[in-house]
């Protein structure tokens, strides 16, 4: 080989300078095409590691010419703006082919279609065949039985998290600080093994971050201008156990095992989701001989082979559920739903048949119910779910079921408000927990422990009444000029008053009281319209919405309630007296005795409340 022409993957494998020093040549001629130095200044600049490889490579080539070793040229035209979008179709490749045609040289590639096709050519090649020897990461050093996660970052000890679900410590692992040209070769080596371990894959690539698979380690790495400092984050499973473990009861296995197809495992971050969703699909693949499938960005669950799992197909999940709705199995794990696209796609391949598992974050329970209830219509709600598991601690302390029903809803009294309620039950008890029906234009997700939490005196509104005083509000402003001053107060199940000034009486009522009547006929209650001046002063508590600002606290009662005295309570305690500016705002200045009450009741979630003095 007299006449050397490298495309840029030999460049950046170091392949020219490897053959030298391997095959002795006698001062070879070595041409680079400037298509090959353009692309990889234009890696290097989206500070790639390709990119910053290659353009080493050509100034030891430089040094090799300074040393007598070999002669080194760029020739060829650089690529246009037309053959860089179509780079992926070929474009750039057959710009280096047309170099080494018009050199008269031969073709140097690390490319398995880039040398078929110079052959196909005519064209010699020289195809370099890359070994790699596959070894363990160097992060991996950090990892023990317990290590749930590796945290390191620019200028910061490196930090781990360990233990079990519910029972995690954020430790440092040691005292030497990281800098940044140290995590730079562990971020290269990452991404060198994605292209050379058939296990470990690149499963996103952005400007400003990578996402790798390596394995059953879940590597997400963040660099300017996304981040303000190169950062490592390294997550492992800590836990592969099997559903046995869980202990469930019989009757959660029997369902299971025939009658769940719509199932949603939510819980907090860390809480053990992800193992439960592995036990469930070993379960349902070996031990009931289904085919399971998993949608995934990224693939992190550790899966037996049996169980294909599947990334975004070109970047979108819509074309995966495509090739699965085809693909037909069993069941299929969605992880993780979080957009509206992934709801609607989770939505769709269950009604079109699908036995399907998503996994979502919540909080609470009835969170990942309510996440699907604001997405989808009402009525199909137990067709897409009838099973919801909520993981705390790595445990399963929740299991609802859905059911559809008409009634009236709970803590409504007219039998004309009946209509069509998604009962949320806990299915070990049959408890009714929660009730899913729109109320007017809204959807709403009620907590029957609130509605029937205090006697019917109580001085604390239900959230029934609440909803209801939002709704009459709503309809009785559209009525009205925007400025208009307006209030609603439920004062029983059957009726509420609406308090208005004087001269918009006549409007609301209508012609032969038709437009109150049309109120309420939708809202389901008898209205009376009264001045607003004679509203009584209410001695119902009513809560607070606190703003927080670095100097203070401030308690927003509402404009309406500006120039007026107030008892401020936490739960149901008085804390002090005092009297709102005209905006309705009550300020409290942080680091005083008060402030610092008000704090540790909003951290406790206790309820901060006001009541109208006389």
């Known amino acids: 080989m007299k006449c050397i022409i490298p495309d840029t993957s030999a460049v950046i494998i170091g392949a020219v300078s490897k053959i030298i020093e391997e095959s002795d040549l006698d001062y070879p001629e070595i041409v680079v095409p400037e298509a090959v130095v353009c692309e990889l200044e234009h890696q290097a600049n989206a500070n790639r590691s390709e990119g910053h490889k290659g353009l080493k490579e050509l100034q030891k080539l430089q040094q090799l010419q300074d040393e007598g070793e070999l002669a080194i040229s760029f020739k060829g035209k650089r690529p246009t703006n037309y053959d860089i979008k179509y780079a992926k179709s070929g474009e750039i490749d057959s710009i280096i082919r047309d170099v080494a045609r018009s050199e008269m040289g031969t073709l140097l590639t690390n490319d398995k279609v880039q040398a078929e096709t110079a052959k196909a050519q005519g064209i010699p090649v020289y195809f370099y065949k890359q070994e790699f020897e596959l070894k363990p990461l160097s992060i991996e050093k950090y990892f023990d039985d317990e290590t749930m996660s590796i945290h390191l970052k620019e200028n910061v000890v490196p930090m781990a998290k360990k233990g079990t679900p519910g029972h995690i410590s954020f430790v440092v692992l040691n005292e030497k600080v990281y800098n940044y040209n140290e995590l730079k070769e562990i971020m290269d080596e990452i991404l060198d093994k994605a292209k050379s371990d058939p296990k470990t894959y690149l499963e996103s690539q952005k400007d400003g971050s990578f996402v790798v698979q390596s394995r059953e380690f879940r590597i997400s790495i963040a660099y300017p201008p996304f981040s303000e400092a190169l950062e490592i984050t390294i997550v492992r499973p800590v836990a592969n156990i099997s559903l046995d473990e869980y202990h469930l009861s019989d009757k959660l296995l029997e369902r299971i095992r025939t009658n769940a197809e719509g199932i949603l495992i939510s819980g907090s971050p860390g809480a053990g989701k992800s193992t439960f969703v592995q036990a469930i699909a070993k379960y349902y693949s070996s031990e009931l001989n289904k085919i399971v499938k998993t949608m995934e960005s990224p693939r992190d669950l550790q899966l037996p082979d049996e169980i294909t799992q599947y990334a975004p197909l070109e970047g979108s999940m819509e074309n995966t559920a495509d090739v699965l709705l085809l693909v037909r199995p069993d069941y299929t794990i969605y992880d993780e739903l979080r957009k509206n696209t992934d709801f609607n796609i989770f939505a769709d391949m269950r009604l079109a048949g699908v036995g399907m598992i998503g996994v979502v974050h919540a909080t609470r329970p009835i969170d990942a119910i309510q996440r699907i209830a604001s997405r989808v219509e009402l009525g199909v709600i137990p067709s897409i779910v009838d099973t919801s598991i909520y993981i705390e601690d790595g445990k399963v302390t929740s299991v609802y079921e859905t059911k559809m029903t008409v009634k009236v809803p709970t803590g409504m009294k007219e039998a004309d408000l009946a209509r069509p309620v998604i009962e949320v039950?806990?299915?070990?008890?049959?408890?009714?927990?929660?009730?899913?029906?729109?109320?007017?234009?809204?959807?709403?997700?009620?907590?029957?422990?609130?509605?029937?939490g205090g006697p019917s005196d109580s001085a604390t509104k239900s959230s029934v009444d609440k909803i209801a005083e939002k709704e009459i509000l709503r309809k009785v402003k559209k009525l009205l000029p925007k400025k208009a001053k307006v209030d609603v107060e439920v004062i029983s199940p059957e009726?509420?008053?609406?308090?208005?000034?004087?001269?918009?009486?006549?409007?609301?009522?209508?012609?032969?009281?038709?437009?109150?009547?049309?109120?309420?006929?939708?809202?389901?209650?008898?209205?009376?319209?009264?001045?607003?001046?004679?509203?009584?002063?209410?001695?119902?508590?009513?809560?607070?919405?606190?703003?927080?600002?670095?100097?203070?606290?401030?308690?927003?009662?509402?404009?309406d309630n500006g120039r007026k005295n107030f008892d401020i309570q936490i739960n149901g305690e008085y804390l002090l007296t005092a009297t709102t500016s005209k905006k309705g705002e009550i300020k409290i200045k942080r680091g005083i005795e008060l402030s610092d009450l008000i704090i540790e009741a909003i951290e406790m979630g206790l309820p901060i409340t006001a009541i109208q003095k006389m």
């Open 495 to 559: 009726r509420a008053n609406i308090y208005i000034p004087e001269e918009f009486i006549p409007k609301i009522i209508g012609k032969n009281g038709k437009r109150i009547a049309e109120i309420e006929e939708s809202i389901g209650i008898s209205l009376g319209v009264e001045v607003i001046e004679s509203k009584p002063i209410s001695k119902t508590p009513f809560e607070v919405d606190i703003l927080h600002t670095k100097k203070q606290l401030i308690l927003e009662l509402g404009r």
């Open 425 to 452: 039950r806990d299915f070990e008890t049959g408890e009714l927990k929660n009730e899913i029906y729109t109320y007017g234009e809204q959807t709403i997700v009620m907590d029957i422990n609130l509605v029937n």
